[in-house]
């Protein structure tokens, strides 16, 4: 079963990584965010259930647990000779990621409950100085946007604001951002994966909103408004609102300049193959313990 820690635990996030670095840019925004995230999930959930199978090994071998199921403690124990401490650690890495994923959870819930949804949806000014603008996703969504972000933008800023928020919830970004943001809480190592779902989400919303509003320069222009306007917004950053940073200038550009060619479709299939890899090594992982505690009955 060690093999199969290696491959799913150790090598495929980090390989997910570098085929996020590789491609993400070349693809078309709105697909290599699905994709991706959704490889991301596969990827840290298969990585979970080698956690825990693994974990189960470990207390397989407990002598106590042999006699009261029925089977050899020590024939479990010596399918990982060698590696004694892989079973042992994978049941504390078990331990971790249950309680990182519960705390994402319980965070993404509280961060929903912070603005109201109740109501006809469409557009809620806020009074309040502070300069926020946030989708807040529900069925219907609402567009949230304070009367200080509103005095700040020129009318064809504010329409560029409400179409690029507005792209966020038709197309249900919020479900991509908590998929991907689960899947860092169970592999820390999808950490750059994560970000960079963040940056496509935001490039999807900016390529349908330039679509919708026929002006790139103006949806550049807002862009660069709010973003500036709404650093450090506690309610920005978890909601995925228009916040300055890094990926900032990339996206002001992407707009400024003609609308890239993307790559063929084709190139989508490499992290969904990887993910697909760690699948099956993981069925491979569960065969393998069902056959170790069977031969362990006899």
């Known amino acids: 079963m060690f093999d199969h820690f290696l491959w799913s635990v150790v090598v495929v996030p980090p ?3 570098l085929v996020v670095r590789l491609l993400a840019d070349r693809l078309a925004p709105g697909r290599a965010a699905s994709v991706i995230a959704w490889s991301a999930v596969t990827v840290a959930a298969t990585s979970t259930i080698n956690l825990f199978l693994l974990a189960a090994h470990a207390l397989a071998q407990v002598p106590a647990v042999g006699r009261l199921f029925g089977w050899s403690a020590a024939v479990v124990a010596a399918d990982t000779a060698g590696v004694e401490w892989v079973p042992w650690l994978s049941l504390a890495l078990s331990v971790a990621v249950v309680a990182a994923v519960g705390r994402r959870w319980r965070r993404q819930r509280a961060v929903l409950a912070m603005v109201p949804v109740d109501g006809p949806g469409g557009l809620v000014m806020l009074p309040d100085d502070a300069p926020r603008a946030f989708a807040v996703p529900g069925d219907p969504g609402h567009v949230v946007v304070t009367t200080g972000m509103r005095g700040l933008l020129t009318d064809p800023q504010f329409e560029a604001l409400l179409a690029h928020e507005n792209a966020h919830l038709s197309e249900r970004h919020h479900r991509l951002a908590r998929l991907a943001e689960l899947a860092v809480a169970a592999h820390p190592a999808l950490w750059w994966v994560g970000k960079h779902v963040d940056y496509l989400i935001e490039r999807a919303a900016d390529e349908r909103a330039a679509t919708d509003l026929g ?84």
């Not at 002006?215 to 950053?237: C, D, E, N, Y």
């Not at 003609?258 to 760690?278: E, G, K, M, T, V």
């Open 215 to 298: 002006s790139r320069k103006t949806l550049a222009h807002a862009i660069g408004v709010a973003a500036l306007a709404g650093a450090g917004s506690p309610f920005a950053a978890a909601l995925h609102a228009a916040v300055p940073g890094g990926v900032v200038p990339k996206r002001v550009a992407h707009l400024l300049r003609p609308q890239p060619r993307p790559a063929p479709r084709a190139f989508l299939i490499i992290p969904a193959l990887l993910a697909l890899s760690s699948v099956i090594w993981t069925g491979e992982a569960t065969l393998d313990l069902v056959e170790l505690i069977h031969a362990a009955l006899r």
């Open 15 to 17: 390989l997910a990584v």
